[in-house]
């Protein structure tokens, strides 16, 4: 089998006009190459699918052993590696504090393949849809959920202190946000605003800022800024942490991930169409 790659923008060749991504506050839909990448830890839920054409994808959790499948989904915080023998893949991130892990589909509370033919032919089926529509200037209108699931996914009830951290995180995740200064904000002792913000999102504070920091790179991709200058932009002090931190979450350099960026159509719901 030839070594794969994995999802999220890389090299490679493949079909210029399927290739696509809509990024939304709380969820990403990705629809394009393939690139070779070392093991990836994401801060979202993943859910992985093939195209139809495609023969199954490969995916290793951690050290374990490869598994195959046409639909793969990682919790948050997993770190794992997946292979494919064709250039394209569709990939959905769900950002975890956006939904309650309890009641998400039954199909969406696993790790690893999956046996639900209706929601693959439902994503590729939704994948169709937006290559129509992604001459348009934004998918303003669309109802992502109800796109890829059928149905809007449950939110996760949080704590309003916490709910007001992650809402100035995702506001600006390039600000230099401590732990610290989050607890002053919320009327928190350090100690207590870490132990609750673990209980309310299942994450580490730590873990979860640098996920949103990675995850915004995403907005850049299509950019014509240097990587330095991207590095800054994103909030990291200087490009050798960018680079360390990037390919930590997404198992890529910086470089080969905006390289592969390049003739992808980008529908921002903050920031707009570029192709």
């Not at 014509?224 to 590095?231: N, V």
């Not at 994103?234 to 890529?252: A, E, K």
Request: charged share 20%.
């Amino acid at each position: 089998m030839q070594r794969s790659n994995t999802t999220l923008p890389g090299s490679g060749a493949g079909q210029r006009g399927e290739r696509l991504m809509w990024l939304t506050h709380q969820r990403v839909f990705y629809a394009g190459l393939l690139g070779a990448a070392a093991e990836r830890t994401m801060g979202g839920y993943g859910v992985y699918v093939s195209p139809a054409v495609a023969p199954p994808n490969r995916l290793r959790i951690g050290g374990g052993a490869w598994q195959t499948g046409a639909l793969f989904v990682v919790p948050p915080q997993v770190p794992h590696r997946v292979e494919s023998a064709h250039p394209l893949i569709f990939n959905l991130l769900i950002e975890s504090e956006s939904v309650d892990p309890s009641r998400l589909p039954d199909y969406l509370q696993h790790c690893g393949p999956v046996d639900a033919p209706a929601f693959v032919q439902r994503m590729r089926d939704a994948h169709t849809h937006l290559l129509a529509l992604s001459g348009r200037q934004s998918f303003e209108g669309l109802e992502f959920d109800r796109l890829f699931f059928g149905e809007d996914l449950a939110p996760r009830a949080l704590d309003p202190r916490i709910r007001k951290v992650i809402d100035a995180i995702n506001a600006d995740p390039a600000a230099p946000t401590s732990a610290e200064d989050c607890a002053a904000s919320v009327h928190l002792s350090f100690s207590r605003f870490l132990h609750l913000f673990k209980q309310e999102t299942g994450t580490a504070f730590r873990a979860f800022r640098a996920w949103k920091r990675a995850r915004s790179l995403l907005r850049y991709v299509r950019q014509t800024s240097t990587l330095t200058d991207i590095a800054l932009d994103t909030g990291y002090p200087d490009s050798t942490h960018f680079s360390h931190s990037i390919r930590q979450v997404y198992g890529l350099k910086p470089s080969d991930i905006v390289a592969g960026s390049r003739r992808l159509a980008l529908h921002d719901a903050a920031g707009g169409y570029r192709q």
